[in-house]
């Protein structure tokens, strides 16, 4: 029983002690923090039957007295809300609802720094996203719009063809051909229409990109950039290649004269690197 009494007199003089830091910052005019709460109410808690219960007077007469500023009263209102909610609970059960209350405190405070953890890790992915988007967008929007212009003379390939009419039939490429305002004016029932059904990782990228580049507003817009996003994020990561497209000579014009310019230098390496072997493997035959 002495050992209980000593406890008792310890948690009161640690009570005090936090109730006192509380009312120093009440009367300097400063908010109380949540932890100077914290702290004395965590031995609010624990007080014995009798303590809790003078507590309760004190803070009554404290409320009732004229001479109380009005900031320290709204704590008092606050102090005799929480005690009169504990007050008929036994101190070893106010003991178990403080451990409770903590443990759902910790549960919380850790829930919170995984969502954070998770935020942060899908906004880099979402960076990182965009970033290849981008990179897809740059490099074949320029080779897609020249080949959205040419007229159905200027095309001598097969596979010029082939792209010029999938740029002209599908919407969805459109969006990249096509000037971001123009896009932007565009009616609603025409992002209804569109799906992400049969679009390559490189047109889905470039497409997401201008689409975002345009900003259209409206649910049909939003719903088809979900979309694409959606399926940008399942796809393997984008890594850059040689154009391999044979484009007519008007190709050679400024705004994809680099792109065009990387690839043939790609070609010619590959090119230079497969002679060697040629020869080598023509010489093997010789002697054979």
Known sequence: ?????????AVLQRYRAAQESVLNSLREGNAPTSQQYLTRDIDMYRLSDADL???????QRQYLADDTEDRVRGMVEMALITIGEIMDKPQHTRAKMLQ???????????????EQEQGQK????????TAMSEAAHAKWAPVWRHVYSLSTEQVMSDEVRSLRKRLHTRAELQLVVLAPDEVKRWPPGKF??????????????????????ANPTGSAAMRFT?????????????????????LPPLAAEEH????????????????AQSEPDLAMQASANAVG
């Open 122 to 129: 899908a906004q880099r992915e979402r960076t990182r996203q």
């Open 100 to 114: 409770r209350a903590a443990e759902e405190q910790r549960a919380s405070t850790e829930a919170r720094k995984r």
């Open 1 to 9: 029983a002495d050992s209980d009494d000593d406890g008792d007199v």
């Open 192 to 213: 209804q229409a569109m799906g992400t059904n049969g679009l390559g990782a490189i047109e889905a990228r470039a497409a997401l990109h201008a689409l975002q580049l």
């Open 256 to 271: 994809i004269a680099e792109p065009l310019a990387q690839a043939r230098q790609q070609q010619n390496e590959q090119h």
């Open 53 to 59: 219960r003078a507590e309760y007077e004190e803070f």
């Open 226 to 246: 979900e979309l694409l996003r959606a399926k940008v994020n399942a796809l393997p990561d984008f890594i850059d290649s040689p154009l391999i497209i044979d």
